[in-house]
T-cell receptor
Framework: DTAVSQTPKYLVTQMGNDKSIKCEQNLGHDTMYWYKQDSKKFLKIMFSYNNKELIINETVPNRFSPKSPDKAHLNLHINSLELGDSAVYFC???????????????FGEGSRLTVL | AQSVTQLDSQVPVFEEAPVELRCNYSSSVSVYLFWYVQYPNQGLQLLLKYLSGSTLVKGINGFEAEFNKSQTSFHLRKPSVHISDTAEYFCAVRNTNAGKSTFGDGTTLTVKP
C-alpha cells in the first residue's frame, strides 16, 4: 500500500490552462504539505495543512490554491499556468508535531508538471 | 529563523570509496536534524534523524551522521559506497517546538564504477 500517493504523475499542459494535482495519505497523519522542486532540485515548501486547516502559506502566487476536504487529502489547484510553474510538486505528510512527534516527513512520488 | 547549508552541490566518488556529505545549520533554538535521500524519479525518503542523545546516529543503507553542536554541523558519512547510492541527498532542520522543515539545496552523489 502506498503511504502517500499523488496523481497524476506527469502533467503536460499549455500556458494559461488550469490544472489540479491530488494527494492522499493513508498513514493517519494530521499534517500535509505541498513542496515544489525546481529544475535545480531545490525544494521549497508551499503550503501546510493541519486537520484541514491552513497553517503554512509561503509566498506563493494566488494562482495556487490548496484544498483539504479531510485530513487524509490535500489537493493543489493551479490557475492560469505559467512557464515558471514547470516543476515537480511533492505532497508530504507528518504526524502532528504538537503530539511530541519529530515531524519526520513522508513524501509522495511527485507530480512532474510541464507547462508549454 | 533557521537555515541549512549543504557545502557541496556535487560529490563524485568511486564505488567502495568512503564519502562524506557536509551539512551546516543555523538556528536560534533547539532543532531536530534529518537527512533525506531522493533516488532518480522518486520522492524523498528519510535516511536518518537526530533528535537528542548520542551524537552519532545510524540510518538505513549503512549511512551514519554525526551531530556537532559547537560547529552546528550534521555531516553524513558512509565508509563504502555502492553504485545504488547514486542519488540526491537533502539535509533538513526543524525547530523542536513547532514549524516547518527547512531543507538545504541538496547534494548530488554520483558513484562511479
Amino acid at each position: 500500500d502506498t503511504a502517500v500517493s499523488q496523481t497524476p504523475k506527469y502533467l503536460v499542459t499549455q500556458m494559461g490552462n488550469d490544472k489540479s494535482i491530488k494527494c492522499e495519505q493513508n498513514l493517519g497523519h494530521d499534517t500535509m504539505y505541498w513542496y515544489k522542486q525546481d529544475s535545480k532540485k531545490f525544494l521549497k515548501i508551499m503550503f501546510s495543512y493541519n486537520n484541514k486547516e491552513l497553517i503554512i502559506n509561503e509566498t506563493v502566487p494566488n494562482r495556487f490554491s490548496p484544498k483539504s476536504p479531510d485530513k487524509a487529502h490535500l489537493n493543489l489547484h493551479i490557475n492560469s499556468l505559467e512557464l515558471g510553474d514547470s516543476a515537480v510538486y511533492f505532497c508530504a505528510s507528518s504526524q502532528d508535531f504538537l503530539q511530541g512527534n519529530t515531524g519526520e516527513l513522508f513524501f509522495g512520488e511527485g507530480s512532474r508538471l510541464t507547462v508549454l | 529563523a533557521q537555515s541549512v547549508t549543504q557545502l557541496d552541490s556535487q560529490v563524485p566518488v568511486f564505488e567502495e570509496a568512503p564519502v562524506e556529505l557536509r551539512c551546516n545549520y543555523s538556528s536560534s533554538v533547539s532543532v531536530y536534524l534529518f537527512w533525506y535521500v531522493q533516488y532518480p524519479n522518486q520522492g524523498l525518503q528519510l535516511l536518518l534523524k537526530y533528535l537528542s542523545g548520542s551524537t552519532l546516529v545510524k540510518g538505513i543503507n549503512g549511512f551514519e551522521a554525526e551531530f556537532n553542536k559547537s560547529q552546528t554541523s550534521f555531516h553524513l558519512r558512509k565508509p563504502s559506497v555502492h553504485i545504488s547510492d547514486t542519488a540526491e541527498y537533502f539535509c533538513a532542520v526543524r525547530n523542536t517546538n513547532a514549524g516547518k522543515s527547512t531543507f538545504g539545496d541538496g547534494t548530488t552523489l554520483t558513484v562511479k564504477p
